[in-house]
């Protein structure tokens, strides 16, 4: 029996998305394409996720900033669709990637501030204090996710407008996205344990804050077996590239 038949939706075909492509790998060794198989088809085959879930996070860890696969982006987005995530839900998912990419500034920040003082610059006028329009945003952003990470202190005195429409998206989707609060936590524990990006400071927050609202060990096992399906994507790429090379 093909892996198509005995397993719909989780076979190499559902992978590359499109069975020439699948049957053209088989061709080249029967044996890795088999491993491929099991590799992609047991993340996806456990219950502790939803199969919705499932697909909402696999879009997550495609479409982060660290990754931006756009093929498999357009595959996620559609597989989520047909495991039943409506458009919001997946809108909810890309907007709450989009701080991740500020994740940079955690470090590149310190490292500019450490430069200008060895260069013996002063630009004091650009690190003012914190005032009341920075405590307001600090508690908008705390009731909205619960948490508050110090390393945006030096944002706020050195760039107010940015933190300000940083607080914005970063807080969006908390605010006015259909997801729940612990799907929600599920997305950015993906994007922050993805081989891509490994951010370990929010990866403990995120699964703390999931633990607090229910989530059990189960579940985030299965979305670390999720992000090593990425591993795939190369095979993925080749086979599509061997194929169309040797067409007549």
Request: net charge negative; hydrophobic share 45%; aromatic share 6%.
């Amino acid at each position: 029996m093909s892996d198509d038949i005995a397993h719909p939706g989780r076979s190499v075909t559902d992978l590359t998305r499109d069975a020439a492509v699948s049957d053209h790998l088989r061709s080249i060794s029967a044996t890795a394409h088999d491993a491929v198989a099991g590799f992609w088809r047991v993340p996806l085959s456990g219950e502790a996720l939803t199969p919705r879930m499932r697909e909402l996070l696999l879009l997550a860890m495609h479409a982060t900033s660290t990754t931006m696969n756009v093929d498999a982006t357009e595959r996620q987005i559609l597989r989520a669709r047909a495991a039943g995530a409506t458009d919001h839900e997946i809108v909810d998912v890309l907007v709450t990637l989009i701080g991740a990419a500020n994740h940079a500034l955690y470090w590149s920040v310190p490292i500019l501030e450490e430069e200008l003082a060895a260069a013996g610059v002063d630009e004091a006028e650009g690190d003012s204090d914190l005032g009341e329009t920075y405590e307001a945003t600090k508690q908008d952003f705390l009731a909205a996710r619960g948490f508050w990470n110090p390393d945006r202190d030096q944002l706020a005195r050195l760039m107010p407008e940015y933190f300000a429409v940083l607080n914005g998206v970063s807080t969006e989707s908390w605010k006015n996205g259909p997801l729940s609060a612990k799907e929600r936590e599920f997305v950015c524990i993906a994007i922050d344990c993805v081989v891509t990006h490994t951010y370990e400071p929010g990866l403990r927050l995120h699964i703390r804050n999931a633990i607090g609202h229910g989530a059990r060990r189960a579940e985030i096992l299965q979305i670390f077996q999720l992000a090593a399906t990425l591993g795939l994507e190369g095979y993925v790429l080749a086979g599509k590239v061997l194929r169309d090379a040797d067409r007549p």
